[in-house]
């Protein structure tokens, strides 16, 4: 994103006058964020400086390895709209009645993010859903739906869970930043299922307005009027809908699922205070965890020990073992 904005003009503090400078901007940064990406498009130093990253190396690659290693079931789906998403099971090693559904964050896929936790999960005695987001990975779709599309293709995994398991499973919505979003919105959906039980979001944006706004201002030095709106008119023409059509807010004054909201003290690309207004806005039970000295999506290998336990509490409160 940063070079093709330079080449406008627009970054480091210049800002080109007059709408038609606004509306090129606009496009650049939809072009830039909203279709299919191949490629990771969050720094790694907004997540840890790399000294650090060679630590959490260690979490990451033998939990990957690990989960690579066992016998995995690959899922296909139909979403509501026609795309054919695609998701990993890992079955616990003895059958219970308690599920997860994993979602990764922006540019990843499932088996990437969500390892470490899939794996953490199954001791705990969860199948594990490691899905991959529609236009993210082996899941089809040309543009990303940040939460607000996802929240739906959520939902078609949980009823696929429910036809497979006739009922019988109590399901945890588990999400990393857009995969963390997209697990809060769809607790909000009217047509949610009473056995979705609980919900772990780790550094959840509000919205993606919300996000988008801030990463202009934080590196461009520029106002969310009227990029933002331009931005929005584009994104609904051409994938379908608005930045504002739904928010993590809107769903946590409606859901009645438990929610453990986590989130980096350091995150510089998701800031804290998305997941502390999450938390403030929540009328179901809910609890709130920050973890110091960890920035976006780096809580988990920061302090492992601190987020299992929370996770695990959480989890053993409102989803007490059942067994299959």
């Not at 296909?76 to 990764?104: M, Q, W, Y």
């Not at 999960?121 to 529609?134: A, M, P, T």
């Not at 040309?142 to 995994?157: A, E, N, P, T, V």
Request: hydrophobic share 40%.
């Amino acid at each position: 994103m940063n070079s093709a904005l330079l080449a406008l003009g627009i970054a480091g503090g210049t800002v080109l006058a007059g709408a038609a400078a606004s509306g090129i901007a606009a496009l650049v940064l939809f072009n830039r964020v909203i279709p299919r990406q191949e490629v990771l498009r969050v720094n790694l130093d907004e997540m840890a400086d790399m000294e650090k990253w060679e630590e959490y190396k260690k979490i990451i690659h033998p939990n990957k390895e690990w989960l690579l290693a066992q016998e995995i079931e690959h899922i296909t789906i139909k979403s509501n709209d026609g795309l054919t998403l695609h998701a990993n099971f890992l079955p616990a090693e003895e059958p219970t009645g308690r599920v997860a559904v994993c979602h990764h964050g922006y540019t990843s896929r499932g088996m990437n993010d969500c390892s470490s936790i899939a794996v953490f999960l199954h001791k705990l005695g969860f199948d594990c859903l490691i899905v991959d987001n529609r236009a993210h990975g082996d899941s089809e779709g040309k543009y990303i739906g940040f939460g607000i599309l996802d929240r739906y293709d959520c939902l078609s995994w949980i009823n696929y869970i429910n036809e497979r398991f006739e009922g019988k499973k109590e399901i945890l919505l588990y999400g990393v930043s857009m995969g963390a979003a997209t697990a809060v919105m769809a607790s909000g959906l009217e047509e949610l299922p009473k056995n979705v039980k609980a919900v772990v979001a780790d550094c959840a944006y509000t919205s993606p307005y919300d996000v988008f706004s801030h990463i202009l201002k934080r590196d461009y030095h520029l106002p969310k009027f009227p990029i933002m709106n331009i931005n929005d008119r584009i994104c609904r023409k051409k994938a379908g809908y608005g930045f504002k059509d739904y928010s993590t807010l809107d769903a946590v004054k409606s859901t009645d699922c438990p929610i453990l909201f986590i989130h980096g003290k350091e995150d510089k690309f998701v800031p804290v205070w998305m997941s502390e207004k999450n938390y403030a806005e929540c009328r179901s039970p809910k609890e709130l965890l920050l973890v110091e000295n960890a920035g976006h999506a780096a809580s988990y290998y920061e302090n492992r020990e601190l987020y299992e336990k929370t996770v695990s509490d959480f989890v053993e409160k409102y989803m007490p073992e059942m067994k299959g």
